[in-house]
T-cell receptor, first 114, second 113 residues
Framework: DGGITQSPKYLFRKEGQNVTLSCEQNLNHDAMYWYRQDPGQGLRLIYYSQIVNDFQKGDIAEGYSVSREKKESFPLTVTSAQKNPTAFYLCASSISGGGNTEAFFGQGTRLTVV | AQSVTQLGSHVSVSEGALVLLRCNYS??????LFWYVQYPNQGLQLLLKYTTGATLVKGINGFEAEFKKSETSFHLTKPSAHMSDAAEYFC???????????FGRGTSLIVHP
């Protein structure tokens, strides 16, 4: 079955650590996105990528980094510069170009600072 | 620029009652509109979408929404709520000029027995 796989489902980070969240899709989608979800704030865009080896900052990119070396993969690194990283992170993908198609989401990764 | 406003962060209904979740959008070009549902600790799942054509759109689980251009609205309804409908609901907009979906803040639907 086609879909998006995020791992791990739960992740704990110590102060000062970098952690990487995995996102893999087998939908053959060009566009991929990372969103951060906090209670009452909806989904906020961190980074997005329309094509391999190209990505752009979203609304809250500070303290995060991404790479897009393969079409299927779009990992997100939460760096020590992100001062409040505890949140639910969602990866999504869609057909690029033309807004009439929906985004497909992974099951999310819950990151907690300990 | 595109944006979405969901009125009411929480909506509470009794089982069997009408569900109405409100969504208003802002877009300088014709929008594509979506409703998603999210259950606790899960990703978002598409309920329904409006692209072109018929303005009344039917989705999964008995939900439907009507696109009203004059009111810039895309409200989600269901005639009779079920306990299993309790979840977070998100309205989203995309336009032909931007492939990036913009989401509202979400509405938590609470269903009382």
């Amino acid at each position: 079955d086609g879909g998006i796989t995020q791992s791990p489902k739960y992740l704990f980070r110590k102060e000062g650590q970098n952690v990487t969240l995995s996102c893999e899709q087998n939908l053959n989608h060009d566009a991929m996105y990372w969103y951060r979800q906090d209670p009452g704030q909806g989904l906020r865009l961190i980074y997005y990528s329309q094509i391999v080896n190209d990505f752009q900052k979203g609304d809250i990119a500070e303290g995060y980094s991404v790479s897009r070396e393969k079409k299927e993969s779009f990992p997100l690194t939460v760096t020590s510069a992100q001062k409040n990283p505890t949140a639910f992170y969602l990866c999504a993908s869609s057909i690029s170009g033309g807004g009439n198609t929906e985004a497909f989401f992974g099951q999310g990764t819950r990151l907690t600072v300990v | 620029a595109q944006s979405v406003t969901q009125l009411g962060s929480h909506v509470s209904v009794s089982e069997g009652a009408l569900v109405l979740l409100r969504c208003n959008y802002s877009s300088s070009v014709p929008p594509y509109l979506f409703w998603y549902v999210q259950y606790p600790n899960q990703g978002l799942q598409l309920l329904l979408k409006y692209t072109t054509g018929a303005t009344l759109v039917k989705g999964i689980n008995g939900f439907e929404a009507e696109f009203k251009k004059s009111e810039t609205s895309f409200h989600l309804t269901k005639p009779s709520a079920h306990m299993s409908d309790a979840a977070e609901y998100f309205c989203a907009v995309r336009t032909g000029g931007s492939y990036i979906p913009t989401f509202g803040r979400g509405t938590s639907l609470i269903v009382h027995p």
